[in-house]
Protein backbone atom coordinates (compact mmCIF):
# COMPACT_ATOMS: atom_id res chain seq x y z
CA UNK A 1 0.00 0.00 0.00
CA UNK A 2 1.31 3.22 -0.92
CA UNK A 3 1.18 5.97 1.47
CA UNK A 4 -0.20 9.29 -0.47
CA UNK A 5 0.43 12.94 1.09
CA UNK A 6 -2.66 14.86 -0.74
CA UNK A 7 -2.82 18.76 -0.62
CA UNK A 8 -6.38 19.14 0.80
CA UNK A 9 -6.52 22.36 -1.63
CA UNK A 10 -5.87 20.69 -4.53
CA UNK A 11 -7.66 18.11 -6.80
CA UNK A 12 -5.59 14.54 -6.84
CA UNK A 13 -5.10 15.56 -11.00
CA UNK A 14 -2.38 18.87 -9.65
CA UNK A 15 -0.62 15.76 -7.35
CA UNK A 16 0.23 14.12 -10.91
CA UNK A 17 3.16 14.11 -13.00
CA UNK A 18 1.37 15.49 -15.68
CA UNK A 19 -2.10 16.38 -16.61
CA UNK A 20 -1.55 13.86 -19.03
CA UNK A 21 -1.37 11.09 -16.51
CA UNK A 22 -4.33 12.68 -15.42
CA UNK A 23 -6.83 11.94 -18.45
CA UNK A 24 -5.08 8.07 -18.76
CA UNK A 25 -8.52 6.44 -17.46
CA UNK A 26 -7.06 5.07 -13.43
CA UNK A 27 -3.40 4.05 -14.45
CA UNK A 28 -1.61 1.85 -11.95
CA UNK A 29 -0.65 4.74 -10.09
CA UNK A 30 -4.16 5.33 -9.32
CA UNK A 31 -5.11 1.60 -9.01
CA UNK A 32 -2.10 1.72 -6.40
CA UNK A 33 -4.12 4.30 -4.03
CA UNK A 34 -5.87 2.51 -1.20
CA UNK A 35 -8.85 3.29 0.24
CA UNK A 36 -9.30 0.29 2.23
CA UNK A 37 -7.55 -2.99 2.33
CA UNK A 38 -10.05 -4.45 -0.99
CA UNK A 39 -10.64 -0.85 -2.27
CA UNK A 40 -8.64 1.11 -4.46
CA UNK A 41 -9.69 4.83 -5.45
CA UNK A 42 -9.02 3.73 -9.01
CA UNK A 43 -12.00 0.99 -8.43
CA UNK A 44 -14.02 3.87 -7.08
CA UNK A 45 -13.86 6.24 -9.93
CA UNK A 46 -13.99 4.04 -13.35
CA UNK A 47 -16.25 4.47 -15.64
CA UNK A 48 -16.63 3.64 -19.45
CA UNK A 49 -17.08 7.09 -20.38
CA UNK A 50 -14.03 9.16 -21.60
CA UNK A 51 -14.95 12.54 -20.01
CA UNK A 52 -12.31 15.69 -20.52
CA UNK A 53 -12.01 16.17 -17.01
CA UNK A 54 -10.58 12.69 -16.50
CA UNK A 55 -12.87 11.80 -13.45
CA UNK A 56 -10.64 13.14 -11.04
CA UNK A 57 -12.39 13.14 -6.96
CA UNK A 58 -11.44 16.34 -5.48
CA UNK A 59 -9.94 15.85 -1.84
CA UNK A 60 -13.33 16.09 0.07
CA UNK A 61 -15.14 13.31 -2.31
CA UNK A 62 -11.84 10.85 -1.83
CA UNK A 63 -12.77 11.41 2.31
CA UNK A 64 -16.00 10.62 1.68
CA UNK A 65 -15.28 7.86 -0.81
CA UNK A 66 -12.89 6.67 1.77
CA UNK A 67 -15.44 6.52 4.91
CA UNK A 68 -17.76 4.07 2.52
CA UNK A 69 -15.12 2.21 2.35
CA UNK A 70 -15.49 1.41 5.96
CA UNK A 71 -18.96 -0.31 5.49
CA UNK A 72 -17.97 -1.92 2.11
CA UNK A 73 -15.32 -3.76 4.03
CA UNK A 74 -17.54 -4.50 6.76
CA UNK A 75 -20.34 -5.78 4.36
CA UNK A 76 -17.69 -7.82 2.12
CA UNK A 77 -15.99 -9.17 5.69
CA UNK A 78 -20.01 -10.35 7.02
CA UNK A 79 -20.93 -11.37 3.84
CA UNK A 80 -17.79 -14.12 3.45
CA UNK A 81 -18.19 -14.97 6.75
CA UNK A 82 -22.30 -16.47 6.20
CA UNK A 83 -22.29 -16.82 2.23
CA UNK A 84 -18.46 -17.15 1.53
CA UNK A 85 -16.45 -20.11 0.14
CA UNK A 86 -13.83 -21.55 1.97
CA UNK A 87 -11.71 -21.73 -0.58
CA UNK A 88 -11.83 -18.15 -1.76
CA UNK A 89 -13.60 -15.09 -0.57
CA UNK A 90 -15.86 -13.52 -2.83
CA UNK A 91 -15.27 -9.50 -3.87
CA UNK A 92 -17.61 -6.74 -3.44
CA UNK A 93 -17.69 -5.27 -7.32
CA UNK A 94 -18.15 -1.39 -7.57
CA UNK A 95 -20.04 -1.00 -10.75
CA UNK A 96 -19.98 3.02 -10.14
CA UNK A 97 -18.48 5.37 -7.04
CA UNK A 98 -17.19 9.02 -7.39
CA UNK A 99 -18.62 11.00 -10.71
CA UNK A 100 -17.49 14.03 -11.71
CA UNK A 101 -20.48 16.16 -13.04
CA UNK A 102 -19.57 15.39 -17.05
CA UNK A 103 -19.69 11.30 -16.18
CA UNK A 104 -23.09 11.71 -13.99
CA UNK A 105 -24.36 13.72 -17.35
CA UNK A 106 -23.04 11.36 -19.89
CA UNK A 107 -24.40 8.14 -17.85
CA UNK A 108 -27.98 9.39 -17.25
CA UNK A 109 -27.29 10.78 -13.30
CA UNK A 110 -29.93 12.06 -11.58
CA UNK A 111 -29.06 15.80 -10.83
CA UNK A 112 -27.54 16.27 -7.25
CA UNK A 113 -26.46 12.47 -7.00
CA UNK A 114 -24.32 11.22 -4.05
CA UNK A 115 -22.13 10.17 -6.63
CA UNK A 116 -21.17 13.60 -7.45
CA UNK A 117 -19.70 14.01 -3.70
CA UNK A 118 -18.06 10.20 -2.98
CA UNK A 119 -21.04 9.64 -0.66
CA UNK A 120 -22.49 6.95 -2.70
CA UNK A 121 -21.21 3.25 -4.71
CA UNK A 122 -23.67 0.55 -7.04
CA UNK A 123 -22.66 -2.74 -5.97
CA UNK A 124 -23.03 -5.46 -8.57
CA UNK A 125 -25.08 -8.20 -7.83
CA UNK A 126 -25.53 -11.56 -9.30
CA UNK A 127 -29.66 -11.86 -8.49
CA UNK A 128 -32.09 -10.67 -6.27
CA UNK A 129 -31.01 -12.93 -3.81
CA UNK A 130 -27.60 -11.14 -3.28
CA UNK A 131 -29.11 -7.98 -3.81
CA UNK A 132 -31.60 -8.63 -0.57
CA UNK A 133 -28.22 -10.28 1.46
CA UNK A 134 -26.27 -7.50 0.50
CA UNK A 135 -29.13 -4.88 1.80
CA UNK A 136 -29.73 -6.91 4.95
CA UNK A 137 -25.83 -6.98 6.11
CA UNK A 138 -25.73 -2.96 5.67
CA UNK A 139 -29.08 -2.66 7.65
CA UNK A 140 -27.68 -4.69 10.21
CA UNK A 141 -24.48 -2.64 9.86
CA UNK A 142 -26.05 0.75 10.33
CA UNK A 143 -28.64 -0.81 12.89
CA UNK A 144 -25.50 -2.76 15.35
CA UNK A 145 -23.03 0.37 15.11
CA UNK A 146 -25.75 2.97 15.22
CA UNK A 147 -24.33 4.72 12.08
CA UNK A 148 -26.62 5.82 9.77
CA UNK A 149 -27.20 5.83 6.01
CA UNK A 150 -28.61 7.80 3.60
CA UNK A 151 -29.68 5.46 0.40
CA UNK A 152 -30.00 2.13 0.13
CA UNK A 153 -31.77 1.26 -3.22
CA UNK A 154 -32.63 -1.43 -4.69
CA UNK A 155 -32.45 -1.35 -8.48
CA UNK A 156 -32.64 -3.66 -11.25
CA UNK A 157 -32.86 -3.22 -15.35
CA UNK A 158 -33.45 -6.05 -17.33
CA UNK A 159 -31.48 -8.88 -16.12
CA UNK A 160 -28.91 -6.39 -13.92
CA UNK A 161 -29.41 -6.47 -10.78
CA UNK A 162 -27.77 -3.82 -8.17
CA UNK A 163 -28.13 -2.48 -4.97
CA UNK A 164 -27.02 1.87 -5.16
CA UNK A 165 -25.50 2.55 -1.38
CA UNK A 166 -24.69 6.15 -0.17
CA UNK A 167 -23.40 7.66 3.53
CA UNK A 168 -23.51 11.39 3.40
CA UNK A 169 -20.86 13.25 6.55
CA UNK A 170 -23.98 14.53 8.15
CA UNK A 171 -28.24 14.92 7.86
CA UNK A 172 -28.42 11.40 6.40
CA UNK A 173 -32.20 10.07 5.80
CA UNK A 174 -31.95 6.24 5.49
CA UNK A 175 -33.79 6.45 2.50
CA UNK A 176 -35.03 2.44 1.51
CA UNK A 177 -36.80 2.69 -2.25
CA UNK A 178 -37.13 0.04 -4.93
CA UNK A 179 -36.48 0.55 -8.70
CA UNK A 180 -37.28 -2.26 -10.42
CA UNK A 181 -38.02 -1.42 -14.39
Avoid at 14 to 33: F, K, Y
Avoid at 134 to 148: C, K, P, Q
Wanted: glycine residues 6%.
Amino acid sequence: MKNVSINKQAKLSEHLASPSEATLSHSNMLDGLRLSPHFSLAELTKTSYHPQDGNIPSHVAIENLTKLCVWLEILRKRYNQKYGDATREIPVVITSGYRSEEVNRLCGGARGSNHLTGCAVDIRCAGPEQLIRYSSILLDIADGTRREFDELIHEKRGTTWWLHFAVRPSVNRRKILFDMR
